[in-house]
């Protein structure tokens, strides 16, 4: 056992540094796991100490038993430091909750939805804001202006709007908007109540004047694609091409989502390898093609050079979201290894991009989009290294060789979907609470189609479309498209397409990415230790479903009865409903009608139950409705403060405003004659991103 194991440590070899990345990205995850906001100081000197004692060991005849512990501990020090410093580098003014409207003055940005059943949502960089100090004016907001026309980037208005801070998560656990806004240095959200008007403001700052401009351009060419390919085929090509989800048809998101085709959507690293591979490979073409050219300069590397700008261009054209510049990262290092001689696709080259996204983006940690990202990616490339190397064939006939390569082809694209698929299946359960059970099927299918008809034809007609010479491609592009819907059509209607989850508790998630590094780091047989890990979030058991959930502010509430919930307020805060139902894997469906007393501004069971009652006006309820409420309803939620409670609520569980303000949404249990309780600032603990305040 003892040989087997020294043979095994020994078979690793040089790869004991592939878990630098790891254990760095460990550490900002704890960074962001913590209930209260660490001293930057003693970080600092604790990843100074840690570095040190590693570096200086390294120097000693000590052998790797002492130096990987010690270089793992370094790099989670410095994670955490890491996430630490950027974290204060981006704070930025955070909008007050304001009770009455306000005049907001700047600049849109960027177009976030230039219309639709919300209306146009726009980003704003304020210059002024009325009632609110210079020094605490937010750096962005985002503005939600219904029946209003869309605003162009670089357009200076004055909004009358109310102002609120990012919205906490909808449930204990769930997405955190508040904590991607922070990073983002958006400090508000505003509904706009009146028509927008033009607003004569200083010249902008020569950053956001280039900001504004590369926006102004993305969206003027996601509208010229709308225009040629028409709305339905288009907003996808837009979205693939641009980044502007505009003018996507929900009901074909659904649809993709539904058939695991919608990562497509989402500039990422299959776009970036696309769009980079077709630049790379089509320069080395034109290169051999010269004869006097290729006698003369390295094709391949002139080829990566190309490549590389291709990338570049196409990140800028995206707008650069966070997911782009992860795959924009990593396809300049396999081009940069390329130019310097070394193999482009290698598990060292993959812990060098991580490791740069994290340094740059520590925040990526917790989002789903780095973490299957470099799952999937970590996966495929030990695939590869895995992959068995056959002898290339002499003189074989072409019949023979072509069926060959065929099914070759067919069983690396299968596997290498099983094994992505796999990679990022506990993820996307964690997360997502959904699989698409014929993923596999729809994404082997429409691969060589959006491999080698629609993004190299897209790339071809977004670049020649400013000359307005892009309709051949992007024509080409919408066929190619319009055969993609209809796969993620078919492979969603078939039976069973989706499953869905409800989350595991959060320690499950960390424990199953590293099971799924494990399995892709490790060589030989000890990387099958990594399987039962990665399969944490399938196995773990979940806990009890919530008997009660009342949203942020009381305005929205569900009863949970054999795993179906009663929602209070159909039609209402549909996206939180959605995000806490499935995270608990119930079933929402709306009240009835006959079964509930509900008024303008109040909603309470007919019959004795646990509710809740919901009283969402913004003024203070009178004792009566109170008291309406309590005599039906275990739990009542109020909007508003409540200074006083009538003696029917006696025995009941009464939650106003003030509580909604300091900790969030809630869920309640059942526990004996009362109720436990789990707010969302329980997990979300104090941090820069997640500040309460007093209740109205």
Known sequence: MLAFLRDQATNQALRWRLWAPVAFGGGSATYFALKVEPDAWPLGLAALLAAGLWLWMRRLPVGRAVTWPLMLLAFFVLGTANAKWRSDRVAAPIAPAMAEPARITGWVTDVESPGGSGGARVVIAPVRIAGLAPEAVPIRIRAT????????PGTAVTLFALLNPPPAPASPGAYDFGRVAWFQRMGGVAFVLAEPRPAALAPAPWRLRLTMAINGLRVDLARRIVDRLGPRTGGIAAAMTTGVEAWLDPEEVERMRDSGLAHILSISGLHMAVVGGFAFFAARLVIALIPPLALRINGKKAAAWTGLVAVGVYLVVSGAPPPAVR??????????????????????????????????????????????????????????????????EIQTPAAILIVQRTGQWIAAAALASLVAGAATAPLAMQHFNRAAMYGLLSNMTVAPISDFVI?????????????????????????????????????????????????????ALPIAFLGVMICCLVRGPLRWIGLPMACAVMLWPRAPTPDVWIGDAGSQGASVVERRAVIVRPAVREFSVDVWSRRRGVLAEPRAAEDWVCGRTDCRPRTEGP??????????????????????????????????????????????????????????????????ALWVADLRGVRPWARYGEGE
Not at 340 to 365: F, K
């Open 145 to 152: 202006l219904p029946d209003a026309e869309p605003l162009a």
């Open 327 to 392: 795959a924009a990262v990593t396809a300049a290092i396999a081009f940069l290894a390329i130019l310097l001689d070394r193999p482009a696709i290698t598990m060292h080259g993959l812990a060098v991009a991580a490791l740069i996204v994290l340094a740059v983006q520590p925040e990526a940690i917790v989002t789903p989009g780095f973490q299957m990202s470099f799952a999937a990616t970590a996966a495929l490339v030990a695939l590869v290294e895995a992959w068995p190397r056959r002898p290339r």
């Open 455 to 507: 993004m190299p034809a897209l790339a071809l007609g977004a670049l020649l479309e400013p000359l307005g010479l892009g309709g051949p491609f992007l024509g080409l592009a919408g066929l190619g498209i319009e055969a993609m819907l209809a796969v993620g059509a078919w492979t969603a209607g078939l039976p069973g397409a989706v499953r869905t989850w409800a989350s595991a508790p959060g320690a």
């Open 611 to 676: 509710g809740p009652a919901l009283l969402w006006g913004r003024r203070p309820p009178s004792l009566a409705q109170l008291a309406a409420a309590c005599a039906t309803a275990e739990v009542v939620g109020v909007r508003a403060g409540v200074d006083a409670l009538p003696p029917e609520c006696a025995g009941r569980l009464v939650l106003d405003g003030r509580d909604f303000a300091r900790r969030g949404a809630v869920e309640l249990w059942r526990d004996g004659s009362g109720w436990r």
